[in-house]
T-cell receptor
Framework: GESVGLHLPTLSVQEGDNSIINCAYS??????FIWYKQESGKGPQFIID?????DKRQGQRVTVLLNKTVKHLSLQIAATQPGDSAVYFC??????????FGSGTRLQVQP | DTAVSQTPKYLVTQMGNDKSIKCEQN?????MYWYKQDSKKFLKIMFS???????INETVPNRFSPKSPDKAHLNLHINSLELGDSAVYFC????????FGPGTRLTVL
């Protein structure tokens, strides 16, 4: 069936470096994409979203890129901090349906 | 002023028991959801309610029964608990973006 997946299960970066977390999706009908951050013992926390009519959206220290041609989504975190250490999920949906989540990438920030 | 809250946070019980998890949101959202996160961190939708009506019911055993007494609440009742039900259960609500509760870690012994 359709699915959303991630290339790297664990990403380790040095504090201050930029981080890039990638996600591949297969449902070409998806029109809304979200990145969530999940810290240990907590629920997924919304980071940033993007609709299919855009290819880039920026937030505070985070940027999401959407490439619909190759069905690829990425999350860029600038100047990664220890507080960014968490599991990051991409998710996709069509309209107001429930989210389909990727398998998650663990980001480890080394001080 | 928690947006989406769940109780209890931890639930440990024996196989065969019946248990409930409660969820409340104060965001005024019309749609609420239950997700299950397994030991490998994979999140999967179980149910979705819109204005107290069930709109999504994924392939979930009928031992799981959601109940929505009003738009702000979506409770999850589980009958005859099995070992494989052990997981973290998340409630969420949305208007557009989904906001998640803190989760309930269920352990079935």
């Amino acid at each position: 069936g359709e699915s959303v997946g991630l290339h790297l299960p664990t990403l380790s970066v040095q504090e201050g470096d930029n981080s890039i977390i990638n996600c591949a999706y297969s449902n070409s009908a998806s029109d809304y994409f979200i990145w969530y951050k999940q810290e240990s013992g907590k629920g997924p926390q919304f980071i940033i979203d993007i609709r299919s009519n855009m290819d880039k959206r920026q937030g505070q220290r985070v940027t999401v890129l959407l490439n619909k041609t190759v069905k690829h989504l990425s999350l860029q975190i600038a100047a990664t901090q220890p507080g960014d250490s968490a599991v990051y999920f991409c998710a996709e949906t069509t309209g107001r349906r429930a989210l389909t989540f990727g398998s998650g990438t663990r980001l480890q920030v080394q001080p | 002023d928690t947006a989406v809250s769940q109780t209890p946070k931890y639930l440990v019980t024996q196989m065969g028991n019946d248990k409930s998890i409660k969820c409340e949101q104060n965001l005024g959202h019309d749609t609420m959801y239950w997700y299950k996160q397994d030991s490998k961190k994979f999140l999967k939708i179980m149910f979705s309610y819109n204005n107290k009506e069930l709109i999504i019911n994924e392939t979930v055993p009928n031992r799981f029964s959601p109940k929505s007494p009003d738009k702000a609440h979506l409770n999850l009742h589980i009958n005859s608990l099995e070992l494989g039900d052990s997981a973290v259960y998340f409630c969420a609500s949305s208007k557009d973006t989904q906001y998640f509760g803190p989760g309930t870690r269920l352990t079935v012994l």
